[in-house]
């Protein structure tokens, strides 16, 4: 078969495994102009009352109801995968659906707690997301690749037995970008992942299936990953909340990879949320349950109880001396300063001495193979490149002591800007997730904010600042001097009226390992936010 074949057949059987009973109506199906999707749980009377309630309530909450038995996993179960079956159909976010083995696995829970009294473990009956490379036996796991295709996992992902032991209920796995390397979610065998607060703009990538479910309501904890900014450019594109960890803290072992044994940057993996509170409960909880037991590259680092600082030192990044973010970004920024400022925090400028060699020293990593890895799972279906990967088709491979140097690079950068934080004395650098709110579908152009993180493996929360865009204050820059071309591009792309209305995420980043404190520390920020806006 051509890959166009397998792709239409699976993207058919996708479609097929929604019920009847959950396709929406013609009557009541929003039409392509409307672009924002988020209104329709509540506004199209398609949902009881009961099913908003529970798709609304934050996860802790959905806990403590479902160990009450005020709420039961089957209920439960079956709002969620009602509204992500909605939310596929909207936003084309889903790449698995396997909702009748999540309600079966809802009732064993029920029957367990009435005869046992006790929660089967900290997440009982919580039903959670998870990203399309994280393996769970009798399902594919594409990554995007019509070679992929009906070659379903023979073994879980250590994170999926973990979830599963914990007493999580998996219902549907979520689309990425073709080997998961685009940051926007978007393949030649699903197709584009849209944002469902406007549809003509990207929810990012390559986690943005799940930012996508997310922002509509079908999930209140997704897991992604994140190799570049793949947790934090989608929270980014669709203002929620996640963290990109330090490698070893949670585990990542026995997922696909696109560049399957690249190891000289880390993939991780995280939650993505509503709420910074579910972030933690997921975070404390998946560590909890002692993963170095069952990973071997985990670290023994039990969670950490952290009081923050109540008045921090903070370096603001402005920008990186590559890409100037824009308007509504560096708005967000200011704003953000200005009323921690007021709230007492310490603010002084971080300057982007090493970020110019680090993102040149990822993006050579990403494709040292010359492209292999991708290629490979290319060619038995004779796929093409798409291409937003034209740098992997173009790629020419380094030998083994090209490599040993890039790593000797790495190494010294990492070195630079660990002795430039313990001499600036700072708690934690501020900065934009990305240049942009988001994007129209097809301009994600640059990954240089997150992804110098990733070289250095710091902690990073993505976080929403509570500024939306407004077209009539984030106008273009007037005579901006370039930083570089594809600052220029960026600048000449960007529309406000386009991403009018959208929420704004900024990035918090800690010490390598002290992931419980970025987090803290985005808690003491967002305090510091609503303070200023009299919301406390």
């Known amino acids: 078969m051509s890959w166009e074949s397998i792709a239409a057949n699976k993207r058919q059987a996708l479609n097929d495994s929604i019920p009847p009973e959950w396709r929406i109506p013609p009557a009541i199906f929003p039409p392509e102009d409307q672009l924002d999707v988020t209104t329709f749980p509540r506004e199209s009377g398609f949902f009881t009352d009961r099913e908003l309630e529970i798709t609304s309530t934050a996860a802790p909450a959905i806990l403590s109801h479902l160990a009450a038995g005020e709420w039961t996993s089957e209920e439960v179960a079956r709002a969620f995968c009602k509204t992500a079956a909605v939310a596929h159909q909207l936003t084309n976010c889903l790449s698995e659906i396997f909702f009748d083995r999540a309600i079966a696995q809802a009732k064993e829970l029920d029957v367990h707690l009435k005869q046992t009294g006790k929660t089967k473990g900290p997440f009982h009956g919580l039903p959670i997301s998870i990203k399309d490379n994280f393996n769970l036996v009798g399902y594919d796991s594409t990554v995007g690749f019509a070679s992929l295709v009906n070659d379903p996992a023979t073994y879980n992902s250590t994170l999926v037995d973990l979830l599963l032991d914990a007493g999580a209920v998996l219902y549907c796995k979520t689309n990425v970008p073709t080997a998961m390397m685009i940051a926007e979610s978007v393949n030649n065998v699903f197709g584009r992942t849209v944002n469902p607060r406007n549809r003509k703009l990207t929810s990012g990538g390559s986690s943005g299936g799940e930012s996508a479910l997310i922002a509509f309501g079908g999930s209140r904890i997704g897991v ?13 594109c669709t203002g929620i909340f996640t ?9 990542n072992f026995q997922t696909r990879s696109g560049l399957a044994g690249q190891e000289a940057v880390l993939s991780v993996n995280g939650p993505l949320a509503k709420t910074l509170e579910e972030v933690v409960l997921w975070a404390r909880t998946v560590v909890g349950q002692q993963p170095w037991i069952r990973d071997p590259k985990c670290l023994p680092i039990p969670w950490r109880s952290v009081e923050p600082k109540q008045k921090l030192k903070i370096a603001v990044l402005w920008h990186d001396g590559i890409v100037m973010p824009t308007p509504p970004v560096t708005r967000a920024l200011k704003e953000t300063v200005d009323k921690l400022k007021t709230a007492g925090h310490e603010i002084v400028t971080w300057a ?16 040292a193979d010359g ?3 991708v290629r490979k799972l290319l060619e038995p279906t004779g796929e093409p ?26 190494n010294s950068l990492c070195k630079s800007y660990l002795d430039r934080w313990n001499d600036a004395g700072i708690d934690a650098v501020l900065c934009p997730t990305t240049p942009y709110s988001t994007v129209e ?9 997150t992804g110098v993180f990733n070289v250095l493996d710091y902690p990073a929360v993505s976080f929403p600042s509570g500024v939306t865009v407004d077209k009539s204050v984030d106008v273009a820059y007037a005579d901006h001097k370039a930083l570089s071309d594809i600052d220029a591009q960026i600048q000449n792309d960007y529309s406000a009226d386009s991403v009018h209305g959208m929420p704004v995420n900024l990035q918090l980043v800690g010490r390598r390992l002290e992931d419980e404190s970025v987090l803290a520390m985005t808690g003491v920020i967002l305090q510091a936010l609503a303070s200023a806006s009299g919301k406390q």
């Open 224 to 236: 992604g990953t994140d190799i570049g900014g793949s947790l934090r450019i989608p929270a980014a």
């Open 243 to 251: 963290i990109r960890p330090s490698f070893g803290r949670f585990p």
């Open 352 to 367: 982007p001495t090493e970020h110019q060699d680090l993102v040149q020293t990822l993006a050579r990593m990403f494709v």
């Open 371 to 373: 492209g292999k890895s």
């Open 385 to 410: 490149f798409r291409p937003e990967m034209k740098m992997y088709e173009d790629a020419t491979e380094l030998g083994v002591y090209e490599m040993w140097q890039l790593q000797v690079t790495r």
């Open 441 to 449: 579908n097809g301009k994600f152009a640059y990954v240089g904010y």
